[in-house]
Each structure stands twice: as structure tokens, then as C-alpha cells.
């Protein structure tokens, strides 16, 4: 089976992190985003995927290409010239997607889930019509594109942030679709869930699956967390290999090249990356330390994403979804609350309030 | 009179007022007086008595206030010994006598045992500073044809702080140094030249204040109505009822200038900015009280920046990095891994491990958790104006929102552990239960 990631742009929702990195490679519990999902496809028998990019083409395709090969999995690069919305991009790679009859997936590529392809398959060829879409409940569907639906999951229409309670159940962002979809679309900016998705409603042709375990669009900051809250408390329950020990509380994910000096207070969900250093005395909780950086003693770290490379100084409070983006050099006893720091940036005042630091 | 080594006896009186003054020193001054608050770790007042001290000829210090005895007699008591060489009293008003009329009222202890061509130093309990008390003596008692009945210490201010209501006013002739006006916090600019709070009385001024209570007097009993800002009559000011009238051309108010470190201590968080000048002048002139790596004689094993005081008693874990100008208490305890600067930490206090305190007063009993950082914003002297004073911030700004000031913790409060406290007061007793930024809790 084939497969369509739609990569898409340039991240901006998840800066400064993504500035000068393609958001599918910011690494996610320690992988990268769009890793988690090639290795589910993979595991579900899929042997090519289609990349839809629009932005730094060529930087993916050489960090992704020893992962390919190793993996065995053909990735094929179909690059947006111009902004193609979430159809266009299907019809760009009409060719290898309809060169056999089979059904494909498309995923956006900020989702993080259980993703259960091998069900999803079985369901679609179950319905046997044009496309299955998978749902998942969420607390505030309005923020989202709202699916009504019929008991055997006929799906009747759909209502893009309704203004009143329609339905709980929200389109997650994952598809199969059979090949006979590419005659709906052209090869402009085409919006899938306005353009394409209401009139294969209308004629009885899409399917709603509904995803069971947990469900994150992880495109910005605040969500990202809590995806990752979410993920390490599945991969517990699988009963992945957490980390166990002095100072470490509930999940936490530690890259075995990681340091962690005495006396800390690691976790709860928390996830540290190759290379880093936390010297003694520092307190993370709920945050993200990417690889390479160093954080040194008496720090307390709340809810913040720290980019790669950075050093944070001793006694730093950082919290309220700190971001920081690469090589981000934070003074001693500096207080960081929600700051969005750009990356190369040195930080030696307090930011008490809520803000970006260019 | 004359001590054992032929020199005339003075003595000195230092003012403290009392309860209903020291309103903007809460929430510290809630619980104890504030004149006893420890700054530098001795009593702001204590501070003022060694002044006095430093001056060979000073053999009693009276402190005048009205604060209830009980509060200020222990005090006394424990310092006692400490200066064994001079006698020191409290003198308890009856009620608010202001700034003449205390010294007025007790004029018979002030004058017993001094020669009538004497005179006594008097201390404005507010201030502190590096007073030259034994050169304004000696410029005091100089022959002049129109003796000196007061000599006011005076240093520069900015032209704007000095405009603005904030301090006295002293115009200068600069051949006698007679004080030829003297305008008291005046709106618009009259000198940058301030008074200081600290004078050398001649014994002429009871007779001088005896005047004006005498006129008041009969005008009380006439029946006249006398609004005396809501004092009674017998309260007398020494700044507006005699320096005022007394000054000009031919008057016998004397100013002497000085330079040397001074400042006004309102606000708690001026305390913050005493206790650097004073851990400074101990650089100076007692480096055995200071915790400094470089004097060697106190053994603290914790990292030391700048100057530092620590109480014998308190605890701290060697891990600790403390410093610049902080004063740490009584039995204070600190845990491993605490960074501390800029702050006065009161006796009894406990911080616990990995915490962050600064530009902070942490009141008596006060407990903060681990990694947790309570911090505040100094109110310094702008640096890059002259002769600038503290500025006296008002609490709120014009949109009613905190201005962002020294975080002052009052006795008992407890801070638990990996919040942040920012820009805020916090009342005793209050047990914090989250992280609080530019309020006061009440």
C-alpha cells in the first residue's frame, strides 16, 4: 500500500522551533514527528510514501534517506511549487498514487496517535466505498471541523467550528482513500474538507472511523505538550522502557547518551534527548529537553520546550510554555514565564510576562 | 562637666517616634517596631547608637519615642553591655511631641550633667548613613559672633528629588555657612541642598522652644482653635517652628555639608538599600562582621559574593552561593543548593533546598520551600544622576497597578515550594498556596 504525508509548509504554528528546521523532523519523544508515523506505516505493510512539501525538500530527503533505506521504504518527495491547500497535493502525485487500484492513506503530518492503520484498512474495504476518514472525540470540537455521522458511520455532513453543539467527534486527520478520489481534484489550491469531502458525502461515498486511545495535533507548542503527556502514558501502558530511579517521577523518556547529575526531580512527563546535561539539583517537570543541551544546577523547569543545544544557567525558573529554539543561552537566575525565544539568542533579563524574544 | 581625660561631656538623642510613624515599613513593622528592625544585622537603631558612639565625648545616648516601653526596653537591656562605656536610656512620650517638643519635654535629663556651654547631638531616628558627627562638633563650637544655636547636616540632592516635596531645603551663604533659608518639602526648587535629619543642639534651644510652647500654651487655654495636624499643642516640630523662623542673614542655624553615604529609610525597601551601605562601611571599618573569604576570620564554607553578614548561629549548607549585600539572621537555616543576593533574611527563617531569594525581605519564622524564587525589583538611585537619593516610590502606579518594588515577606508567611513570588508583600501568618506576581497579599 501507498501512502501521502502532507508535510506541507513552514511550520509557523510550532516556532521558533521549526525557524530553521522543517517542523517533521523536530524530534517528538525523542523522534522525529514524521518517524512515528512512517515507522506505524511501515509496520502496516506500506512500502512507498509520498511526501507532500512545500518547504526544505532537500534538507528531508537527506536526513530521512539512511532511515529509508534502513527501514525499507520508498520516500518520494512531490514538492509544491505553489501552496496546493490539502487536496491540490493528492493531485500533484496523481501518477504514483493511482498506479494500482489499491487504497492509500493521507496523513497531516502534526498528528500523534495510536495510529491504528491495520484497522483502518479493514473497515474501509469493509464499507467498500470512496474514502474513510478517521474521527476521535475531543472535549472543544468547536475549535475543529465537526463530523456528523450515521450509526454504521455513513458520515452525512460535515460543519467547519460550529457555533453551537453539533457533534464531539472532529476529523483527525488521517484518511484512506480509493484512487478514484485523484478524478475530484485538480492540481490548484484545493481544500479537502470544504471542496472534496461534502460532495462524497452528499452521494453516501465517506465513511467515518472512530479511533480509539488518545489523539493530538501537535502543530504548536501548548499541544505539543500535552501530546507528549498523552504518548508516554501509552507507551507505558505497552510497556515500553521508561525511565526508572533516584529523582525520576511518573514517565520519563531519557535518551541513554543523556546525563543527569544528583539530587534532581525528573518528571513527570518529561523527555530528554541524546547528549543532554542536567547537572545537580534541577527540577523538570512536563517539559521537553531536546539534544544537546545543558541545564545547569538548581533550575526548575515547568511545561517548556527547550531547543537543541541550548544552556540554561543555574537557577533558572522557566514555565507557562517557554519555548526555546536553537542554541539559546539563558543567564543565571533568569525567570522565563511563556517566553517564545528565537533561536541564537542570549537571554540575561528576567521575562516575567508572557512574550516573544527576537 | 568633664569625662576622666578633660573633655566637656555631650550626649546624644536620637528620635524614633513611634507606632502611628513607620506606616510604609509594613508589613515589617507589624510585628516589631521599626527602629528594632535588624538591617546589616543589627537593629536599624543600634546602627545610629554606634554613630554616637564613635564620638570619644558622647557618655549617655537618650532614645525619645513613643513607642509603649516594653518594646523598646528589652532592646536596651541586651545591647547594655555591649557599650559599657556609655549609659543609654528610653524615654517614653506621652503622646506625639514631634521633633522639638520631645526634646523639649525632656530637656532636664538631657541637660543633667552638661555644662551650659554644651550641646547634644540629635539623630532623626529615619536615616542612616556614615554621619561625620565628631567634625560637625568641632565646626559647631567654633567662635562666631553670632554663636550657633543649631548646626543641620546637609548633603546634595538631584534638583528634581529635592523639588518634590521629598526632603528640607537649605539655602547656604557659603562665607558663614549660615543658613539664610530653609524651606520644608517644598513643591518647587528652592536648593539641592538637603537636611539630613542629623543636628548638633546647643542647650540656647529650650529656651527657643520654651517660646513657642509658651505661646501655645496661652493660646490653648485662651480657647483659640489650633490645628496642629491632629497633634496636641504640646507637639512641636524642630524643622517648621524653629529652624524656619530662625534662619536669614543674621540667624544662627548653621549647615554643615557632607558627602559621605546617607540616606532616608521610609520604605522597606530602602532597608534593602541600607543594608548595602552598611555592609560596605563594615568593609571599611569592621571587617571582622562581615562573612568575607578574604578576612578570614568567620569559617563558612558556602561560596561568599561581595559583603556579606551571617549571624554566628544561622546554618548554612555549604553548597550555597550568598551575596552580594545580604544579611542573613538568628538561627536562620539554609538548605543546600540556595542562591541568595540583594536580600535581608530576619531570624528564624528557614529556605529550603535549591531555592532562589533576591532584592527580598524575608520577615522573622518566615519558610520558603525548595526551587522556589521569590524575588523583587530594587529601588536604587537612578546611577546616572548625581547626588540622586533613593526615589520613595508610591505603592501603586496611575493605573492602580503595583509598581514593581523589593519583595517584603512578613513574619510567619510560608512559601511552599517551586512557585515564584514576584514584586509583592505579603502579610504575616499568610500561608501561600500558588505563585503570586506584583500584589499584595493580604
Redesign the interface.
Known amino acids: 500500500m501507498k501512502a501521502l504525508i502532507l508535510v506541507g509548509g513552514y511550520g509557523t504554528r510550532l516556532r521558533p522551533l521549526t525557524l530553521f528546521r522543517p517542523k517533521p523532523l523536530v524530534e517528538f519523544a525523542n523522534k522525529p514527528i514524521l518517524v512515528h508515523q512512517l515507522d506505524a506505516l511501515v509496520a502496516a505493510g506500506v512500502t512507498q510514501v509520498v511526501l507532500a512539501v512545500s518547504y526544505r525538500a532537500q534538507e528531508m530527503e537527506q536526513e530521512l534517506s539512511s532511515y529509508a533505506e534502513k527501514v525499507g521504504i520508498t520516500l518520494i518527495f512531490s514538492h509544491e511549487t505553489e501552496p496546493l491547500g490539502t487536496a491540490g497535493p493528492l493531485a500533484l502525485a496523481r501518477e504514483i498514487l493511482s498506479s494500482n487500484p489499491e487504497p492509500f492513506f493521507v496523513l497531516n503530518a502534526d498528528i500523534t496517535c495510536e495510529f491504528p492503520f491495520k484497522e483502518m484498512v479493514q473497515f474501509h474495504k469493509g464499507h467498500g466505498k470512496e474514502g474513510t476518514i478517521v474521527v476521535t472525540r475531543v472535549e472543544e470540537p468547536s475549535k475543529y471541523g465537526v463530523v456528523v455521522c450515521a450509526e454504521d458511520g455513513m458520515i452525512q455532513r460535515f460543519v467547519e467550528k460550529p457555533q453551537e453543539f453539533v457533534s464531539n467527534k472532529i476529523n483527525a486527520g488521517m484518511y484512506i482513500f480509493n484512487p478514484s478520489i485523484l478524478d475530484r481534484i485538480e492540481v490548484k489550491p484545493t481544500s479537502i474538507e470544504k471542496e472534496i469531502f461534502p460532495a462524497m458525502a452528499d452521494s453516501g461515498n465517506l465513511y467515518a472511523f472512530e479511533l480509539q486511545g488518545y489523539w493530538m495535533d501537535i502543530g504548536q507548542p501548548k499541544d505539543f505538550l500535552v501530546g507528549m503527556c498523552l504518548h508516554l502514558t501509552s507507551l507505558k501502558a505497552k510497556g515500553a522502557k521508561l525511565a526508572t530511579g533516584d529523582g525520576i517521577v511518573g514517565n520519563v523518556l531519557v535518551d541513554p547518551t543523556a546525563k543527569i547529575g544528583p539530587n534532581c526531580r525528573i518528571g513527570p512527563n518529561v523527555t530528554i534527548g541524546p547528549d543532554v546535561i542536567i547537572e545537580e539539583g534541577v527540577c523538570i517537570k512536563r517539559s521537553t529537553i531536546m539534544k544537546g543541551s545543558k541545564i545547569k544546577s538548581h533550575s526548575w523547569l515547568d511545561s517548556s520546550i527547550v531547543g537543541w543545544n541550548c544552556v540554561i544557567g543555574k537557577w533558572v525558573r522557566m514555565e507557562n510554555v517557554t519555548v526555546l529554539g536553537e542554541d539559546v543561552i539563558v543567564s543565571d537566575e533568569v525567570y522565563i514565564n511563556g517566553g517564545k525565544v528565537l533561536p541564537h539568542k542570549a537571554i540575561s533579563a528576567s521575562v516575567p510576562e508572557p512574550q516573544i524574544i527576537m | 562637666m568633664e569625662d576622666p581625660n578633660g573633655n566637656a561631656i555631650i550626649k546624644a538623642v536620637i528620635l524614633i517616634g513611634g507606632p502611628q510613624k513607620g506606616t510604609r515599613f509594613r508589613p515589617l513593622s507589624l510585628d516589631v517596631p521599626k527602629p528594632l528592625t535588624p538591617v546589616a544585622g543589627y537593629p536599624l537603631v543600634q546602627h545610629l547608637i554606634e554613630s554616637c558612639i564613635h564620638v570619644p565625648s558622647v557618655k549617655e545616648v537618650l532614645i525619645l519615642g513613643y513607642y509603649p516601653a516594653d518594646e523598646i526596653t528589652p532592646f536596651i537591656s541586651e545591647i547594655g553591655p555591649l557599650y559599657s562605656s556609655i549609659k543609654i536610656r528610653y524615654l517614653q512620650e506621652y503622646t506625639r511631641l514631634g521633633t522639638a517638643g520631645g526634646i523639649y519635654h525632656f530637656r532636664d535629663q538631657i541637660r543633667a550633667g552638661l555644662s551650659n556651654t554644651s550641646c547634644f547631638i540629635l539623630i532623626n531616628g529615619d536615616v542612616c548613613g556614615d554621619f561625620p558627627l565628631s567634625e560637625m562638633l568641632e565646626f559647631h563650637s567654633i567662635k562666631r559672633d553670632i554663636p550657633a544655636l543649631l548646626t543641620v547636616l546637609a548633603t546634595e540632592a538631584t534638583r528634581q528629588q529635592s523639588s518634590n516635596s521629598n526632603f528640607g531645603c537649605i539655602v547656604e551663604d557659603k562665607n558663614s555657612h549660615r543658613i539664610t533659608h530653609y524651606v520644608e518639602k517644598p513643591e518647587t526648587f528652592v536648593s539641592t541642598l538637603i537636611n539630613c535629619g542629623v543636628y548638633i543642639c546647643s542647650l540656647d534651644l529650650f529656651p527657643c522652644i520654651s517660646k513657642i510652647f509658651s505661646q501655645r500654651q496661652a493660646n490653648y487655654y485662651a480657647g483659640e482653635i489650633q490645628d496642629n495636624n491632629g497633634d496636641c499643642w504640646e507637639s512641636i516640630a524642630l524643622e517648621k517652628d524653629i529652624i524656619t523662623p530662625s534662619v536669614g542673614n543674621t540667624g544662627c542655624v548653621y549647615v554643615y555639608r557632607s558627602n559621605r553615604m546617607w540616606s532616608q529609610v521610609k520604605t522597606a525597601g530602602s532597608a534593602i538599600y541600607a543594608n548595602r551601605h552598611y555592609l560596605a562601611l563594615y568593609r571599611e571599618r569592621q571587617p571582622e562582621r562581615l562573612a568575607n573569604s578574604r578576612c578570614k576570620t568567620r569559617n563558612t564554607p558556602c561560596k561568599i559574593i561581595g559583603d556579606v553578614f551571617i549571624h554566628q548561629t544561622a546554618q548554612i549548607d555549604p553548597t550555597c552561593v550568598i551575596g552580594p549585600n545580604v544579611s542573613i539572621g538568628k538561627n536562620v537555616v539554609v538548605g543546600?543548593?540556595?542562591?541568595i543576593?540583594e536580600s535581608i533574611i530576619l531570624g528564624d527563617s528557614v529556605i529550603q533546598?535549591?531555592s532562589?531569594v533576591?532584592y527580598t525581605i524575608v520577615g522573622w519564622n518566615g519558610m520558603i520551600g525548595?526551587?522556589t524564587?521569590v524575588?523583587g525589583t530594587p529601588c536604587d538611585p537612578n546611577p546616572n544622576k548625581p547626588f540622586a537619593k533613593m526615589d520613595n516610590v508610591p505603592l501603586f502606579n496611575d493605573e492602580g497597578k503595583l509598581n514593581p518594588s523589593i519583595t517584603i515577606l512578613g513574619c510567619h508567611v510560608r512559601v511552599p515550594s517551586?512557585v515564584?513570588v514576584?514584586n509583592s508583600i505579603v502579610l504575616p501568618y499568610k500561608e501561600l498556596s500558588r505563585s503570586f506576581?506584583n500584589e499584595i497579599i493580604l
Open positions: 543546600p543548593g540556595v542562591r543576593k533546598d535549591h532562589l533576591m525548595k526551587w524564587r524575588e517551586e515564584v514576584l506576581s
